[in-house]
Every structure is written in structure tokens, then in C-alpha cells.
């Protein structure tokens, strides 16, 4: 029996006012593709927003998109938090061919890692003690936060992976304020 195989990709992305959901399903030319929906519920949030989508659709969901931001939509743009996404996408009939994911957003403390390395006196040798320290500290909160992301997505563990990225996010804290 010919059926759709949906599937969604949803990148880190670095800008923190976008989310990036891209459909990469394939379509079977013995069905219609109809009713396309885009179902985003934001960390925190019982109901979800849906968007009306087409199939092959790369979107790049702000604030605005998901209730969110609520003014100046268009003209000023509202970080989207870091946390758990539940996206789901489905196509006619709906209540039975659709994909569902857990994405974990790390892209604030992505920048905020990345803005610790910028302040880092490294050069293309070896650093002295206290540098190559926080190198190893910087590399440890980055495996922290990978392991967020694989316990959410990949071992559907979700209150494991948020442990975890609150313990990279509390490391962090400590970065700024040694870089202060």
C-alpha cells in the first residue's frame, strides 16, 4: 500500500529569534498531499500553534508565529527560549499520518558559549594553564549541552536532557563571571 513517509528537520540555528523547521517527507504521487499542518508547542505551553504549511516547507518560525510577541510583529523581532519543542506535522487524514519530535533549543546558550570563547586570549599555540583550563571547561559544557539535545531527541528522555541543559546553562554562569 503506497503511503507518505513524513519526516521534519529542525536545525541549530544560531539567530535567537528564529526557529528553523524544514519538511524533508516524501510524497507518494498516488496520494494527495492535503491539509498540510505545522503544530509547535513552546516550552512551557499546554496548547500548541498551528501553522498552515506546504509540503516541502522550510520555515523560519519567530515569536510573532507563536504567540509569542504579539506587537511590532514584522518590525521587531523576540528572542524564542532555549527548551524542549514538541512539533508535530501531519497530512490528510491528520489524526493518523503525521510525525511528532521533541527538539531541544540551545541556540541562547550556543551564543552564549560562543561569546565566552570570543573573550579567550587563544592563540595558535599552546595556551598557557589557566587558558587551556578553560578550554576544557568550555569543551565539557558543550558536551553537556550535545547530551541535552541526544536525551530529548534521539533517547526521548526530556527531563534528563532539561537537567542537563540547566546544568551546562549554571556552568556557563560561572564562564561569565570568571571572564568578567
Not at 579567550?120 to 583550563?133: E, G, M, R, S, Y
Not at 578553560?134 to 558543550?142: D, F, P, V
Amino acid at each position: 500500500m503506497a503511503n507518505h513517509v513524513l519526516s521534519l528537520e529542525v536545525p541549530t540555528v544560531m539567530n535567537p529569534c528564529i526557529l528553523t523547521v524544514m519538511d524533508t517527507s516524501v510524497y507518494t504521487d498516488l496520494i494527495p498531499v492535503v491539509c498540510e499542518q505545522l503544530n509547535i508547542t513552546v516550552p512551557g505551553f499546554q496548547h500548541s500553534v498551528q501553522l498552515d504549511v506546504s509540503a516541502g516547507f522550510i520555515e523560519n518560525i519567530t515569536a510573532c508565529d507563536l504567540n509569542l510577541q504579539t506587537s511590532n510583529c514584522g518590525t521587531e523581532y523576540v528572542d524564542i527560549p532555549d527548551g524542549i519543542y514538541i512539533i508535530k506535522y501531519s497530512v490528510s487524514p491528520n489524526d493518523v499520518v503525521y510525525v511528532e519530535y521533541n527538539h531541544m533549543r540551545i541556540t541562547k546558550a550556543l551564543n552564549r558559549y560562543y561569546n565566552i570563547l570570543c573573550r579567550l586570549d587563544v592563540a595558535d599555540c599552546d595556551p598557557p594553564f589557566k587558558i587551556k583550563q578553560r578550554l576544557e571547561e568550555l569543551g565539557l559544557i558543550r558536551m553537556y549541552l550535545e547530551a541535552a539535545k541526544s536525551k530529548v531527541e534521539f533517547c526521548h528522555e526530556p527531563q534528563k536532557g532539561m537537567s542537563l541543559y540547566n546544568y551546562a546553562w549554571k556552568l556557563l554562569n560561572k564562564m561569565d563571571c570568571i571572564n568578567c
